[in-house]
């Protein structure tokens, strides 16, 4: 399947991703940069001889490149593909974390490849030679990637960004929220809401962006704004020029004013279960992936996102 033939018979990508075992080895390997056909074999509970039938079909219509590391044979995504199939295979991706099953395994690929990182990562120079050509070093796995989350007042959204992503980052993200408001004070509902989302609440305290600005303050990787009122706001310039994105989620204030009917903390509870969603996306990113600048339209990928 050649750049041609895709461009002229689309239909014959949508043919190739129309078998179940087919697609999820692609949206495998959109997710992860290289993987051997042994963990292929062992993500999807398969016999060798069914995945490697799949790759090779796979391959005679050049959607996969295969190198090879001893006695291991390598796959990865081929990088001549046009940017609209790499597109829908990553949407399509994003779309299948959202269920258990697409959770689960995309967790267990992202396991499989930090445990074979030597063997999956020196394969083939080709990655790391083109991150130098563009500037963007390979990020050790060891990482930690700071997030900062605004919204206007530090009050709801952004408190319970923080305490879900610190919850579900297993050391790989450091979350904080701050407010644009000065003198602002944590919702009580939002504390109600955290405790019956069984996060925890001693930490949670408003505070305004300026203090994430001192030459002292941990500098931050990615700053994602969760309210619609900072969208076209002026936001600070932050040092070291984080990635920045923005996840809209009602606001629980609002809505809890609009509907005094329902019981107040619902609405928090929703917006919760929101972020909750993206915040899992979130932390099933590569870390090299958060290095390049893709990452800037998956983040904003995943603020369109819903339960």
């Known amino acids: 399947m050649t750049r041609t033939t895709l461009h002229e018979h689309p239909e014959a990508l949508f043919a190739a991703l129309s078998d179940e075992t087919r697609l999820r080895i692609l949206m495998l390997l959109e997710s992860e940069r290289r993987l051997c056909v042994c963990h292929l074999q062992s993500l999807l509970d ?13 391959k005679e219509q050049d959607l996969l490149s295969q190198t090879q590391k001893g006695t291991s044979n390598l796959y990865a995504l081929n990088q001549q593909i046009p940017l609209w199939v ?16 697409g959770f689960r395994m995309l967790k267990q690929a992202r396991a499989l490849y930090q445990e074979n990182i030597e063997l999956l990562q020196d394969a083939n120079q080709t990655d790391e030679k083109a991150d130098q050509k563009t500037g963007e070093a390979a990020t050790p796995s060891n990482k930690v990637f700071n997030v900062l989350f605004l ?13 879900l992503l ?7 993200f450091r979350a904080f929220s701050a407010g644009q408001k000065k003198d602002s004070s944590v919702n009580p509902n939002t504390l109600k809401a955290l405790k019956m989302l069984q996060l925890p609440t001693e930490q949670a305290a408003s505070k ?22 900072l969208l076209n706001e002026a936001c600070p ?56 600048i893709r990452a800037r339209d998956e983040l904003s990928a995943i603020g369109l996102m819903s339960e």
């Open 86 to 101: 790499r597109e829908i295979l990553r949407l399509s991706r994003i779309s299948w974390s959202l269920s258990n099953e």
């Open 166 to 172: 610190n919850r579900w980052s297993n050391g790989r």
């Open 151 to 163: 919204c206007v007042s530090n009050s709801a959204r952004s408190i319970m960004a923080e305490a």
């Open 46 to 58: 398969k016999p060798q001889s069914t995945i490697s039938r799949h790759i090779g079909t796979l």
């Open 208 to 229: 305004h962006w300026s203090i994430f600005l001192e030459p002292d303050a941990p500098k931050m990787d990615l700053v994602i704004t969760v309210c619609d009122t």
């Open 237 to 292: 310039a932050w040092p070291g020029r984080p990635i920045t994105a923005h996840w809209g989620v009602p606001d629980p204030v609002r809505l809890m004013a609009d509907h005094p009917e329902r019981d107040a903390v619902s609405f928090f509870i929703e917006a919760g279960r929101l972020l909750e969603t993206r915040v899992k996306l979130l932390t099933q990113l590569p870390d090299y992936a958060i290095e390049k």
